[in-house]
């Protein structure tokens, strides 16, 4: 039996008469640029991520770049965050002027390990009028970025004492983790400024691409609506900003969603429990780790596995949809060589995107499609 990875068909077939109705609605207004629709998702989605201001733009990574700018990051100023996570993370400090600095991840979350932001600061910073200073290279530090990798928040509570200690402003990149949890607060309501991507293919995705920011800073939320609007108003400009705006039709369709998503996390938790206990005496797996104070969405269902590329390549054969997040470290991609870091850096980070496999997790896999997976995955392991 086929079992695809993701099918997001099947999540619209339920709401696809709203969805047309979206863009029915907005072909006979010809609002299609910002207007009620975007005005009506961004309350909605403040209220839903327990934020004071939500404001639209054009992608995740965009969400990224924009709360770089808000929150002042100058040119070669650095940010700190991890190397084991998309692209964008990374590829946003740098675009937005800076220059990423990387702390190694938990072994069992694959969130940021605290205890290394601390000792990194610790051992290499100082406060002074400047701010946060890099010792070695007079740089100074802008930020801290923690990334809320596969649906889970990192530990919070650590990383915000740190940035309290250092007064030190937090980006929350939460792309992979809307309506997911730390304690009893939502991802986006833990940092300075939250960042979300609405890309197709997560637990919120819209039918094309675009990105939300949160904040409760009314200073910051002003600023990053006139950043998304070329950094003025009208036809006069402060700063640079650029145009990045959520379009009406897409806010529409995620305002649909939205309704949805509390429904659609539940199918992903059971499906995500049901893996757990068909693996718990599988020696050669270890199954995602939550933290009992996190409240994951499981924007992926990531498992370290043994012989994990001949495993790929025997599921793939089945036609058993699974991919890996992510084959490469950021420290050690070739457009981040100038920064000097090497293999045996960070360890956890390396041993991770070896051994890493996300298999499928999504709310409406039928059951027959799970016990295929489960029966492959311990198929491969008896042989």
Known sequence: MAVPLLDINRQHADIKDALTKVFTDALSSSMFIKGPEMEA??????????????IGCASGTDALILALQAIGLK???????VPFTFFATAGAIVRAGGTPVFIDILPDTFNMDPDLLDAWLNTNCAITNRGVVHRATGKRVAAIMPVHIFGQIGNMDSISATAS????????????????????????????????????????????????????????????????????????????GTNSRLDALQAGFLRVKLGKLEEWHAGRRANAEKYREAFADLDQVQTPVIDPRAWSIYNQYSILAENRDELLSYLRGKNIGCAIYYPLPLHLQECFKDLAYSKGDFPISEKCSDKVISLPVFGELTKDEQDEVIAAVKDFYKK
């Open 165 to 240: 200690t250092w007064e030190l402003p937090v980006i929350e990149d939460a792309a992979q983790a809307v309506g997911a949890k730390w304690k009893n607060s939502k991802a986006g309501s833990l940092g300075s400024i939250g960042c979300f991507s609405f890309f197709p293919s997560k637990n919120l995705g819209a039918l094309g691409d675009g990105g939300m920011l949160t904040t409760n800073d009314p200073a910051l939320a002003a600023r990053l609506r006139t950043l998304r609007e070329h950094g003025g108003q009208g036809y006069l400009h402060a700063e640079v």
């Open 75 to 81: 040119r070669d100023e650095l940010v700190i965050t």
């Open 41 to 54: 998702l961004e309350k909605e989605f403040a209220d839903y991520s327990g934020t004071a201001d939500a």
